[in-house]
């Protein structure tokens, strides 16, 4: 999926008036550290141009965009070295609330941004405190309410919303404010496909006239590329390493990009390893219509073996093998499950012969007065590496929540290795199913990462020295040991994200339940994180994902659960889920962006169908 594509003359355009914003060897030292992160940037951007900030995790990309606001230094202290301006203000010596006026900020976490009671209270609160007339207050956040789809929920509390939904009420009240510069850190991580095109197509109407800019952070490429007219990219230290078009710095520097640990979309991980095995794919593909039609015009390399695969059949009868469902016709799951030990991401077993880890039965679930899932039927093998799939408000989340007793489902209906989940204390469910927020933050309460893993075992009321060994041997798996006696909040985004699986791994639990495990990482840490899933799957552990990343799921889930509605549509091999186009489009979802390229492709038989990178030819020589 790729978001709408912009009017080439308005990206020419773009960048030809007066900076709008002046960025010049701006380098921030927090308070306690020695180094300056980012060290030495500068850029400008102008009125209607689309920005896309890239870089490892560490190289300060989050911080550059909490500088342009004010929130550095004025909320967290901070050096400035260098100097930020905004519509000809120094953002160092501008006070937040004039600032608010020409910069609006979207944060990655909506929930650090939500205040009030209802939606529309909450799009309302920044124009109110800018004094403007009240009808001119409920005319913009009418407008940015319907611009985002939520208006018809304006009444509710933004509690009720999903994430995704929260995330859109975000960008709501960014819009409503009517600044010249918006700022979006990671705006489309919590939201599904739908949501994704609905939000871009917003935001290019935006850009359209030509008298706002934006500033995008953004690790979903697929979604983006077209929409973005410029790339800056900050390297590890904190500096700019490319500052260029769309086609000078993704397509031009992707081998570079790739090598320092950037997000790149799927269709050019695809080519690159496509070009190293012999095809000829130039210039760089960048969407998956680019690289089918590509391959349409490449030759096949001549060690390709066309007889290799013969998949010609493959999505028709996938798709027969999928269990679909209405409210009526429930599928039963129990089929399918992993052999972790002996089989690739899609190789399948039958788990109907033994008694299932997880078990599910008429699950229904209530968030206030609103029933969230109805009547779920569920089973999940010991061992499986199962995702969970679906459309904002689908009941994703609700459903791993009530896996987990985070939220206690009603008596009788969740087991987890033969205990009632809705009857069990924390203590015992803790030792069958470890359970990872989105956001890591959620769940620590210690002062140190030592600490942090220790709780856990300390609850079990081991000995010191126990606590001691076995809390260094798992933070020494996690690459933590250098952190031991750091704050967890001072981590970044992909030490939190390790200390938070390490934490809820520390008891030993069978189980491991996270909610969108790649949400605010850098594609290294990203890579990092999944490979340690799928070790600790390949060890025994059973893993259950939900995500928004399709890509995600097809290169490791061995089955797949889509939720529509609260309810279970399908449930079956991950391969044969995706080969089943209108189920997936049926439930708000897409195909993943490398099936979609390949799928059905007629010149290179030995690719089509397929939909892991993983699957695609290997380099000549070897070489992956």
């Known amino acids: 999926m790729t978001a709408p594509q912009r009017d080439p003359s308005a990206a020419l355009a773009a960048g030809s008036g007066v900076p709008l914003v002046r960025v010049r060897d701006l380098a921030v030292t927090y308070d306690g550290e020695k180094s ?34 004010g929130l550095i230094p004025h909320a967290v202290p901070a050096d400035i070295g260098g100097s930020i301006e905004v519509a000809g203000l120094d953002t160092a010596a501008t006070p937040v609330a004039e600032l608010s006026t ?50 018809e929920r ?61 500033l995008l952070v953004e690790h979903n490429l697929d979604a983006a590329v077209g929409f973005v007219d410029r790339v800056v990219v900050l390297d590890l230290d904190g500096r700019v390493a490319a500052d260029g078009s769309v086609d000078d710095v993704l397509r031009g520097r992707a081998e570079e990009l790739h090598a320092m640990g950037v997000w790149l979309p799927v269709s050019a991980l695809a080519a690159l390893r496509l070009r190293r095995a012999g095809y000829a794919l130039d210039p760089l593909p960048l969407t998956p219509e680019e690289l089918r039609a590509g391959l349409d015009a490449a030759d ?34 129990r089929r399918n499950a992993p052999d972790p030990h002996t089989g690739p991401a899609n190789a399948t077993t ?14 229904t679930l209530r968030r206030g007065r609103t029933e969230v899932l109805h009547g779920i039927d569920l089973d999940i093998a010991a061992g499986e ?31 987890v290795g033969g205990v009632d989940v809705g009857r069990a204390d924390a203590r ?39 606590v001691r060994r076995r809390t260094m041997e798992l933070l020494v798996r996690f690459g933590l040991e250098g952190k031991a006696d750091t704050h967890p909040f001072l981590l970044s985004g992909g030490q939190k994200r390790r200390l938070s699986v390490g934490t809820a791994l520390v008891a030993g639990a069978p189980v491991l339940v996270l909610d969108e495990p790649t949400f605010g990482q850098d594609r290294a840490r990203a890579d990092e994180l999944l490979a340690l899933l799928r070790e600790l799957n390949v060890e025994g552990t059973t893993i259950v994902v939900v995500t928004h990343d399709m890509q995600l799921v097809t290169e490791y889930a061995h089955r797949t659960v889509v939720l529509a509605d609260g309810r279970v549509r399908a449930a079956g091999p991950t391969a044969d889920v995706f080969a089943d186009a209108e189920l997936i ?33 290997a380099a000549r020589g070897g070489a992956a």
């Open 36 to 69: 300056a992160v980012p060290a030495s940037v500068t850029f400008d951007i102008t009125a209607g141009e689309v920005v896309l900030l890239l870089g490892p995790s560490g190289s300060g990309k989050s911080t550059l965009t909490l500088a342009l606001n």
């Open 102 to 151: 020409h910069v609006a900020m979207v944060f990655q976490d909506p929930d650090a941004q939500l205040v009030t009671g209802t939606l529309l209270d909450e799009v309302a609160f920044g124009p109110e405190n800018l004094r403007m007339p009240v009808a001119d207050v409920l005319a913009r956040a009418e407008a940015a309410l319907r611009r985002v789809g939520l208006w």
């Open 154 to 214: 304006r009444g509710d509390n933004p509690d009720l919303l999903s994430g995704g939904g929260r995330q859109r009420l975000a960008i709501a009240c960014a819009l409503a404010m009517g600044s010249p510069l918006l700022v979006l850190d990671e705006p489309t991580a919590n939201l599904d496909p739908q949501g994704i095109e609905e939000v871009y197509t917003t935001l290019a109407d935006l850009v359209a006239a030509g008298d706002r800019a934006i």
């Open 300 to 333: 096949a390399p001549d060690s390709a073996d066309p007889d290799a695969l013969d998949p010609a059949d493959a999505p028709a009868a996938a798709a027969r093998n999928v269990r679909r469902t209405d409210p009526a016709d429930r599928a039963d799951p």
């Open 350 to 363: 039958d788990p109907s012969a033994s008694t299932p880890l997880i078990s599910v039965r008429g699950l």
């Open 385 to 415: 590496f199962v995702a969970v799939v679906g459309a904002n408000g689908a009941g994703k989340t609700s459903l791993i929540q009530a896996l987990a007793g985070v939220v206690p489902p009603p008596k009788g209906t969740v087991r």
């Open 428 to 466: 015992t469910l803790s030792a069958r199913i470890g359970f990872v927020f989105q956001n890591p933050e959620h769940q620590f309460i210690a002062h140190t990462v030592f600490d942090e893993v220790a709780h856990g075992l300390r609850r079990q009321h081991l000995a010191d020295d126990d």
């Open 585 to 617: 489009e049926g439930a708000g979802l897409r195909l993943p962006p490398l099936q979609r390229a390949l799928l059905g492709l007629e010149r290179h038989p030995e690719l089509t169908g397929l939909a892991r990178l993983a699957d695609l030819p």
